[in-house]
């Protein structure tokens, strides 16, 4: 692959023992990752959350009462991947092994994978995958008249990240171990659907309506009635449509159950008021 300008962005933990990330962006567009190539604000929002609060611990407790030693986190539309990354030093630092599956797009895999390879975490195995909701639901996305322009620019959707308190640089450095996969030749996700996932990440990615469906019914897939005691999943998206929204919520809770995360709950540091976490849990087969 040619040389490409990418930006860097640091990302600092609060425990300053953690080794602080440094995430690869695409601003010029070269890669053709689309909205996946930048860092979005709900993500740092997120990630500050997640330091903050038990629920990685949770998940380790409840994993090793199911006699598991390796903890198993799967992240839909990772982009660059900061969430994911995040959480593997989070739990590299505390000694709890894990599985880590980042997901997305074809197109978006190849920056995906770099930041991978930039930021590893020592007892917790990264994978990137490219990871098809239509295929995995069922479910075919609605019909529209003309798709977003994913090369377009989508900053009226969303600020870039102004509070992650970073620096950003230039580098030419060759994309090493390219991702090269593509959607004709993506894996069959049978291995991940049949996964017990302890966590499932799904950070600003009901931003376009008409996946509603076929997310919703991947989310279905991934966290079964069987294992709705110890199975999680946070969704985390900054308001632009909120009706619209809303009616991702409305579809996602006749399979689940979810409670807001409130502001105290949250690094107060880093929130908004129009970036919204939701803590959700599979219904159990008798409801």
Same mark, same amino acid.
């Given at each position: ?18 080794? #602080?990330? @440094?995430?690869? %962006?695409?601003?010029?567009?070269? &890669?053709?990752?689309?909205?996946? =190539?930048? /860092?979005?604000?709900? $993500? ?75 930021? #590893?975490? @020592?007892?917790? %195995?990264?994978?990137?995958?490219? &990871?098809?909701?239509?295929?995995? =639901?069922? /479910?075919?996305?609605? $019909? ?144």
């Amino acid at each position: 692959m040619d040389k490409v300008d990418l930006s860097s962005r640091e990302y600092d933990f609060n425990n300053y023992s953690i080794e #602080p990330l @440094e995430i690869y %962006e695409d601003p010029s567009g070269l &890669l053709h990752g689309g909205v996946g =190539s930048t /860092v979005w604000d709900t $993500a740092i929002v997120l990630s500050k959350y997640l330091e903050k609060s038990n629920i990685l611990a949770t998940s380790s407790a409840t994993a090793s009462r199911s006699k598991r030693t390796t903890l198993n986190i799967l992240e839909l539309g990772s982009g660059t991947g900061l969430v994911g990354l995040a959480v593997a030093r989070m739990l590299s630092a505390t000694g709890q092994k894990a599985r880590i599956v980042l997901t997305d797009k074809a197109n978006v895999l190849p920056l995906l994978q770099r930041n991978m390879e930039k930021n #590893p975490a @020592e007892g917790v %195995e990264l994978e990137a995958r490219v &990871l098809d909701w239509e295929a995995v =639901s069922g /479910v075919k996305a609605k $019909a529209v008249a003309k798709a977003p322009d994913s090369e377009a620019d989508l900053s009226s959707s969303g600020a870039t990240v102004s509070a992650a308190e970073s620096e950003a640089i230039t580098t030419s450095e060759p994309l090493s171990s390219p991702v090269t996969t593509t959607a004709a030749e993506a894996p069959k996700a049978d291995d991940i659907v049949s996964t017990e996932w302890d966590l499932v990440i799904l950070s600003d990615c009901i931003w376009f309506p008409v996946l509603y469906a076929p997310l919703s019914g991947t989310l279905t897939r991934l966290l079964r009635p069987e294992t709705a005691s110890s199975s999680k999943l946070i969704v985390a998206f900054e308001k632009r449509n909120f009706s619209e929204e809303m009616e991702f919520f409305a579809t996602l809770g006749k399979s689940f159950t979810f409670r807001d995360v409130k502001p105290e709950e949250q690094d107060p540091n880093y929130q908004s008021d129009d970036i919204f976490l939701f803590l959700c849990q599979r219904r159990p087969l008798d409801h």
